[in-house]
């Protein structure tokens, strides 16, 4: 049996670093990020995939018509 671990932010603050760091790389833009050490995805990574057991049909948060319109273009 395996055992589910959850934390928060609350439980573990970041440092005054860590937050200079975070900040840092949320203003990187794309191009700056390298992604070369990722291997693409192909039809072959596929095949030992698992559905997720957290994830039950319905289970999606419903978006407001309103606010859908909104973030459509």
Known sequence: ???LVTTTL???PLTPTQ???LAKMANLPDEAIDLTE???LTEDSFKNAIKNPYC???SQA???DALQAKIKP
């Open 10 to 12: 609350a439980e573990s």
């Open 56 to 58: 039950r049909p319905g």
């Open 19 to 21: 937050k200079r760091q």
């Open 1 to 3: 049996m395996t055992k």
């Open 62 to 64: 419903r978006v407001p």
């Open 38 to 40: 990722i291997p693409e």
